[in-house]
């Protein structure tokens, strides 16, 4: 069985301040895993994946994460947040064609 | 291209009437998946289908609820009849294999209301 918990349900930052989204996956087999924006009202759209190669992922948007299997995480990470960065954001899991989300971290940049 | 298809984007019916989604996947792409998001549950996969065949359906919620690929570029999702509790944004989402493990683009999503 595999499954992700967010660590945070909601996460406020101030502009030009870094972003941290904490992930914690359960995996049977050698996992995928991804991260994945939701901007409001819209669809979802992929940041960035890890399929065992190098464990340092970098996305789009200048987001990046690492995996570290000892510790079971694939946090999310960006320097520096903008303003368009607020969106929900999902750590995603899997070790088939079934992805299995997280319950989702809500992001709200301050100016 | 033009990414997947959803349509509608919103959907307002009552109770009890019938309530069809409609998705056009990604040309090219061999799996396609059926999403449901609600704040109580989260984002949860009712059914996916692989080269137009059904895989696995466990996700989906009742007897109410039906999915059919007539063919790679069209896929539908029927409630009949639909319920409030049905309310919920619908995503469709496709993939192909040699874009690696499990890569899903998702659609616009439609953003269901049952009175």
């Known amino acids: 069985a595999q499954s992700v918990t967010q660590l945070d349900s909601h996460v406020s930052v101030s502009e030009g301040t870094p972003v941290l989204l904490r992930c914690n996956y359960s995996?049977?087999?050698?996992?995928?895993l991804f991260w994945y924006v939701q901007h409001p009202n819209k669809g979802l759209q992929l940041l960035l994946k890890?399929?065992?190669?190098?464990?340092l992922v970098k996305g789009i948007n200048g987001f990046e994460a690492e995996f570290k299997k000892s510790e079971t995480s694939f946090h999310l990470t960006k320097p520096s947040a903008h303003m368009s960065d607020a969106a929900e954001y999902f750590c995603v899991v899997s070790d088939s064609y079934k992805l299995s989300f997280g319950a989702g971290t809500t992001v709200t940049v301050r100016a | 291209d033009a990414g997947v298809i959803q349509s509608p984007r919103h959907e307002v019916t009552e109770m009890g009437q019938e309530v069809t989604l409609r998705c056009k996947p990604i040309s090219g792409h061999d799996y396609l998946f059926w999403y449901r998001q609600t704040m109580m549950r989260g984002l949860e996969l009712l059914i996916y289908?692989?080269?137009?065949?059904?895989?696995?359906d466990s996700g989906m919620p009742e007897d109410r609820f039906s999915a059919k690929m007539p063919n790679a570029s069209f896929s539908t999702l029927k409630i009949q009849p639909s319920e409030p509790r049905d309310s919920a944004v619908y995503f469709c989402a496709s993939s192909f294999w040699l874009a690696g493990p499990n890569e899903q683009f998702f659609g616009p999503g439609t953003r269901l209301t049952v009175l």
């Open positions: 289908f692989n080269n137009n065949v059904p895989i696995d």
């Open positions: 890890y399929t065992s190669a190098a464990t």
């Open positions: 995996s049977s087999y050698s996992p995928s």
